[in-house]
Each structure stands twice: as C-alpha cells, then as structure tokens.
C-alpha cells in the first residue's frame, strides 16, 4: 500500500482529512507543529519528507531562510502550490523519500512527522540513513509517530476518516496494539521509542525520544 498516498489519499482528499479532525487530533496537530518550529533557527535550510500540500508551511517558514517539501504525489504538490506557492521562501518537490535528489549535508532541519516513517512504508532505518545523509553536522532531525496513550483518539479519527469514505472499512478484529488495518488493505503502523532507539543504532548522531502533548512521539536525531 505503498502508493495509497499517491492514489487514495492525497489533494483534496487529503486536505479533508484534516478539515474532519476533532478538537483532540487539531490539538495534536498543533503541538507537532509547534514542537517542530520550535527547533527552527532563522535562516535554517528546511526539509520536509511527506509534506504532502504542505499543510506546515506556513508555521515553517516564518523563522525558516527556505523550505522544500517533498512528496510522491503529484496531485498533492499541485494542490500545495495553488494553495501556498506564494509563501517566497517555500517549494515542493516530487521526491521518494528514501532516494532524495540532493547533496550530502545540505539542511539544517529534515523533519518527517505526523508518523510519516510509518506511512511512507519503506524501509524504515534507509529512510532514517538518507535523512541523516542530507543533514548538515550540527543540524537536527525530527520523526514522529503516535504515543501509546493516543491510540483512542487516533483510532476515533481514522474512523472518521473511513465514514467519509477517504479509508476503507477499520477492520476491527485486525486493528490492535497501535496498529490500524483497514479492510481495502490499508495498514497504518506506528514506532516505538524502543523501535527509534533501534533504528538510529550505528549513527554518529545524539539520539533522544521525548513524548509531545502525550500523543506524539518524538526521535530527535543530531548529527556530530
């Protein structure tokens, strides 16, 4: 499923994704945000993995020199420069995560939240390798998935989603422990702090998971 964003959920479908949100999600929603900006210094070059029709723009490129934001989906870019390609210090891309088309240490921040390293649903340590690999010594990098203690919400959300008719129908006897299955083949997983820690074994990198507004989860990754 690994071209649903592509097919299934992206543009507008996406967008609505987020106008059905209910007030506990929009909450997360915002600290993400707020957590990301906050690690923003001005002038910082800024990469955005999965930045869909850049819905974070705009919080991103208040302190930010510039800021690309890549994504598989097409519709989804068009969308995001019809909606905010006059913000000048921003532009899209269509990029595969795991195969970025940039230069070794080029940004100051790579960011992928919202659990994008679950979405996207490639190999999950390449995807945290080739972010480290654009990422200048010194410079940050942010994951996020979704606490434990969120699962309520979380699961309350997709299945607003799939009411909508933007997922298919939540398998309900496969949707446990932090994972949601819908019955069109539809999987979203999540990482562990334990998971993270796993992952980022091997780099030359600080390394911490912190919790954010108990529902993200946060791998923050420094490169030496």
């Avoid at 909450?27 to 900006?37: F, G, R």
């Avoid at 302190?63 to 934001?69: E, L």
């Avoid at 796993?198 to 923050?220: K, N, P, Y």
Wanted: glycine share 8%.
């Amino acid at each position: 499923m690994n071209d649903y964003y592509v097919t299934t959920l992206a543009a507008e479908r996406l967008r609505k994704v987020y106008d059905i949100a209910p007030p506990r999600v929009r909450q997360y929603l915002h600290a993400e945000t707020n957590h990301v900006a906050q690690k923003i210094r001005p002038g910082n070059f800024i990469l955005d993995l999965g930045c869909g029709y850049g819905r974070i723009f705009p919080s991103l490129a208040r302190s930010a020199g510039s800021v690309v934001g890549i994504d598989t989906s097409l519709e989804s870019i068009l969308l995001g420069q019809g909606m905010f390609g006059q913000i000048p210090n921003c532009a899209f891309a269509q990029m595969n995560a795991v195969r970025l088309g940039f230069h070794d240490k080029m940004f100051d921040v790579v960011i992928c939240i919202q659990n994008g390293i679950s979405a996207f649903h490639v190999h999950q340590r390449d995807l945290i390798r080739e972010s480290f690999r654009v990422t200048k010594p010194g410079g940050t990098i942010l994951f996020s998935s979704y606490c434990e203690k969120f699962w309520e919400d979380r699961l309350m959300w997709f299945q607003l989603q799939s009411d909508a008719g933007l997922l298919g129908e939540i398998d309900r006897e496969k949707t446990h422990n932090g994972t949601i299955v819908c019955k069109d083949g539809f999987v979203a997983t999540t990482v562990s702090p334990d998971q993270f820690e796993l992952l980022t074994q091997g780099l030359d990198a600080d390394v911490r998971v912190v919790e954010v507004d108990g529902s993200s989860c946060f791998c923050e990754i420094i490169p030496r």
